[in-house]
């Protein structure tokens, strides 16, 4: 295959909706619940921690997922798209009879960054937002073994095949490092929430 059959969508939320995902944003993004890869096991290849960020499943952080509005608003969205993702490519067929998903929320501050690596997903779909006027640079996604660049753009969303290796590249702030005294609505970095999609036999 000479491309990854991927899809891309751009201005995905309304203000309304935007506003209720920022607000438990807020909420998730605390050192309590928030962790680093080398404190959650995670995102390892030969032992390396391969990738630099905080992030959190929202398995542990609710015990029902509608009260969630982050799940309940990436849910529906993923009902619309699936479909369309479906028929991109021959190979994209599965996806529509996923049955489990799991919600990962990561943020990226200054340098943060994320090494090629493929998914132990049928599918990955990932929500990316950040407040505006964004404040970095970089945060793209890339393709590795086909060089696609994807732009990282605030309110949008790209789901592939879980078999595709992929890497994000370095959030990079205006004027140097991030002062870590600043609170995280005025460091203002990258958010990516990450939707593992699985068949599970029942």
Not at 8 to 19: A, M, N, P, Q, T
Not at 26 to 39: A, D, R, W
Not at 43 to 62: M, P, S, T
Not at 128 to 156: A, C, H, I, M, Q
Request: contains cysteine; aromatic residues 14%; glycine residues 6%.
């Amino acid at each position: 295959m000479d491309k990854v059959p991927y899809l891309l969508k751009r201005d995905v939320f309304s203000d309304e909706e935007l506003r209720l995902i920022f607000d438990e944003l807020q909420f998730l993004n605390n050192s309590y619940l928030m962790q680093p890869p080398e404190n959650s096991g995670s995102a390892r290849v030969d032992g390396e921690v391969i990738k630099n960020n905080k992030g959190v499943f929202l398995r542990n952080v609710y015990c029902r997922e509608d009260a969630s509005s982050i799940i309940r608003l990436l849910k529906d969205k993923l009902e619309q798209y699936v479909i369309e993702y479906s028929n991109v490519h021959i190979t994209n067929l599965n996806a529509a009879g996923t049955n489990e998903l799991w919600f990962l929320v990561s943020y990226y501050e200054n340098a943060d960054y994320y090494k090629p690596h493929e998914d132990a997903t049928l599918a990955t779909a990932l929500f990316w937002f950040n407040k505006e006027p964004r404040k970095f640079t970089g945060g793209d996604l890339t393709f590795n073994n086909t060089d696609e660049f994807v732009e990282y753009k605030n309110n949008s969303f790209v789901i592939f095949p879980g078999w595709a290796t992929h890497s994000v590249s370095p959030v990079l702030f205006n004027g140097g490092a991030v002062d870590k005294t600043m609170s995280i609505w005025e460091r203002e970095g990258r958010y990516c929430v990450t939707v593992g999609m699985h068949i599970v036999p029942k």
